[in-house]
């Protein structure tokens, strides 16, 4: 697969810009001189936008659209800004997307704002090509492995009940005054019999922990538990399995 790499610095201007700059020319609120050095776009090129847009009726934005060589961006700077945020939202609400899904999207944003395009029409998604310059245009998505998060978990992690907890240890640390030697951290992990590994998702690069949403657990789970001390003092570690038929409530 090729890797286009720009070779010149022709139309080094802002989409944005020139978007701004058109739309106040065709507003009457500016001329092209004063339009051009007010968004920093070359004049004779606003002129050709300009032109372009009372021809063919086009809005600032799609007028705005660079065209150099054989490579034209689908959407524009401001389409693509939301579109990244659109996919940060997501996967902060633990429904991050796949490479593929996000092809797929692209795709479907594309056909339904009659953007002109160039994608694969009978897979319906966008070419790989275009997936990976739009992660070259946006560095800081990333693709992590998430961690499964139920949905019991996910909505117990909230700021009120966060909140309870500190205001509920300050107050024991208060009226108990701990040592070092009184105070364990203990943490459990749940390991599956039935492998189920997820696939990468896209997520803000730089932060520390992914998640994502799955189903009811299938197999048999082992819970395997362990505790330590601030002074490096360690419980013995313990292994739980449920046995066929059998409720750990049952005693």
């Known amino acids: 697969m090729g890797r286009y790499q720009r070779k010149t610095d022709r139309q080094s201007w802002s989409q944005e810009s020139m978007a701004g700059a058109i739309q106040e020319v065709l507003e009457g609120n500016m001329g092209y001189r004063r339009a051009s050095k007010a968004y920093s776009v070359p004049q ?4 050709r936008k300009v032109k372009e847009a009372r021809q063919k009726k086009l809005s600032s934005e799609a007028a705005a659209v660079k065209m150099l060589g054989g490579y034209i961006t689908v959407f524009s700077e401001a389409q693509e800004k939301e579109f990244v945020q659109h996919l940060i939202h997501l996967e902060e609400r633990l429904f991050g997307i796949t490479l593929s899904n996000l ?3 692209a795709f479907e944003l594309a056909v339904k704002n009659n953007i002109p395009h160039v994608f694969n ?3 319906r998604m966008a070419g790989k090509d275009w997936l990976y310059g739009f992660l070259k245009r946006h560095p800081k998505l990333v693709l992590r ?3 499964k998060t139920s949905i019991a978990r996910a909505k117990g992690f909230n700021r009120v009940a966060i909140n309870a907890f500190f205001d509920l240890l300050d107050s024991l640390y208060s009226k108990y005054k701990f040592s070092p030697n009184d105070i364990y951290n203990a943490d459990e992990t749940g390991i599956l019999t039935v492998a189920n590994k997820p696939s990468k998702v896209l997520a803000l690069r730089g932060k520390k922990q992914v998640g994502t949403l799955t189903s009811a657990e299938r197999g048999v ?7 330590q001390c601030s002074r490096n ?3 013995t570690n313990v292994c739980i399995s449920e046995k066929e038929g059998e409720s750990p409530l049952d005693g």
């Open 44 to 47: 004779t090129t606003l002129e």
């Open 103 to 105: 092809r797929t999207l």
């Open 121 to 123: 029409t009978e897979k």
């Open 145 to 147: 492995y998430p961690e």
């Open 221 to 227: 789970l082992v819970t395997a538990e362990t505790c």
């Open 233 to 235: 003092f360690s419980s």
